[in-house]
């Protein structure tokens, strides 16, 4: 019952900027920390941005200085701006959330379709 939406993915030329949205949905008691994973053609998925609930956050190496992750409690939404971004970049992106359900005891993970996000001049 619970469903991460995720929007802003697309083309963009180098140096660009794009800013990615995902909200999580449904029958939601808490959620722990949000963020976002990528992987690119022929590399394994890794870890770009997230945040814990206190607000303390992680950054890839590659990406600090360029992204920032934001979260709008209210919404249940973690956002990621990306600027000036590199060919490397390229990959889909996927949203991740550790959540409590109401009436559910546990966390447990919950992912995102994952977008598009494609940088080439």
């Known amino acids: 019952q619970v469903q991460l939406v995720e929007s802003g993915g697309g083309l963009v030329q180098p140096g660009g900027s794009l800013r990615l949205s995902c909200a999580a949905s449904?029958?939601?008691?808490?959620?722990?920390?949000m963020g976002w994973y990528r992987q690119a053609p022929a590399k394994q998925r890794e870890l770009v941005a997230d945040?814990?609930?206190?607000?303390?956050?992680n950054y890839a190496d590659s990406v600090k200085g360029r992204f920032t992750i934001s979260r709008d409690n209210a919404k249940n939404t973690v956002y990621l701006q990306m600027n000036s971004l590199k060919p490397e970049d390229t990959a889909v992106y996927y949203c991740?959330?550790?959540?409590?359900?109401?009436?559910?005891?546990?966390?447990?993970?919950?992912w995102g379709q994952g977008t598009q996000v494609t940088v080439s001049s």
């Open positions: 991740n959330a550790d959540l409590r359900r109401r009436g559910i005891s546990y966390y447990s993970q919950y």
């Open positions: 449904g029958n939601i008691f808490s959620i722990n920390r």
């Open positions: 945040m814990i609930s206190g607000g303390s956050t």
